[in-house]
């Protein structure tokens, strides 16, 4: 499996040349490329990503805006958002029902729902193909289910909206925002995941002093055995 770090930048004003576009992950095996979330800044741009197909985490502007004058391919999303984006002009449509692994084009999508937004409601994907298997979920509070979302998993890709600062805000019962990268770690920690990439950077990231935030972050992962990098637009990786 390769990943190709296509986007890293969260829903912030800011933008530098490692972290210019809407956070996206592009997932490839064998002839296939999919790419998962599809923000406002990949508006007429999907042309040169060519994706085989596209799949959707939510519906907030930086995961699927860029699919406002449809898409050049099918696009595979969970019921609450297909709801919300009913009138945007994509022919090709695929339901991904939750805790249901869903093949597509050959890699294994589940998708996990995990908390952040009461409009949006959001899932992350435990993605798996070949012997590889990673956790992406570039926007969320928790996991629900989380045992299950990270069992073996080699590198869970996680939210960098904030890296210590609380993003979290109460809405009745339930809760809406980002979690730390900190206590992403703990998760990390605590189901026997020892690598984690963070993508969907927040402003700490994008405008702050890129190698001193990584090497305090270093530090705390390793106390949780974790060893992390901060995603940059372009980069590669192979499983
Ligand atoms: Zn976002
Ligand atoms: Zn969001």
New binding site residues.
């Given amino acids: 499996m390769n990943l190709t770090f296509l986007g890293t930048r969260?829903?912030i004003d800011a933008r530098t040349r490692r972290h210019r576009m809407?956070?996206s992950l592009l997932v490839s095996y064998r002839a296939a490329n999919v790419m998962i979330d599809c923000?406002l800044d990949w508006l007429g741009k999907l042309k040169r990503v060519d994706p085989s197909a596209i799949v959707l985490t939510h519906a907030?502007p930086?995961?699927a805006w860029g699919l406002k004058q449809g898409a050049p391919c099918p696009v595979y999303a969970p019921e609450k958002t297909w709801q919300e984006l009913r009138h945007y002009p994509i022919k090709d449509r695929h339901l991904i029902k939750e805790r249901t692994p869903t093949k597509i084009c050959g890699i294994t999508f589940e998708a996990f729902p995990v908390e952040h937004s009461i409009l949006s409601p959001t899932v992350g994907y435990r993605v798996s193909a070949g012997r590889a298997c990673i956790f992406y979920a570039?926007?969320l509070i928790f996991i629900h289910e989380r045992s299950a979302a990270l069992k073996d998993v080699q590198i869970y890709i996680g939210d960098g909206?904030t890296i210590t600062r609380t993003f979290i805000r109460r809405r009745g019962k339930a809760l809406i925002g980002h979690s730390p990268v900190r206590t992403q770690f703990t998760w990390c920690q605590k189901e026997g995941v020892h690598r984690a990439i963070i993508t969907?950077c927040g402003s700490e990231i994008v405008t702050g002093d890129e190698r001193k935030i990584l090497a305090s972050l270093c530090a705390i992962a390793a106390e949780h055995g974790v060893e992390i990098s901060i995603a940059y637009d372009g980069m590669k990786l192979t499983l």
Avoid: I, L, V
């Fill in positions: 969260g829903e809407h956070t923000g907030h930086d995961h570039p926007d909206a969907h």
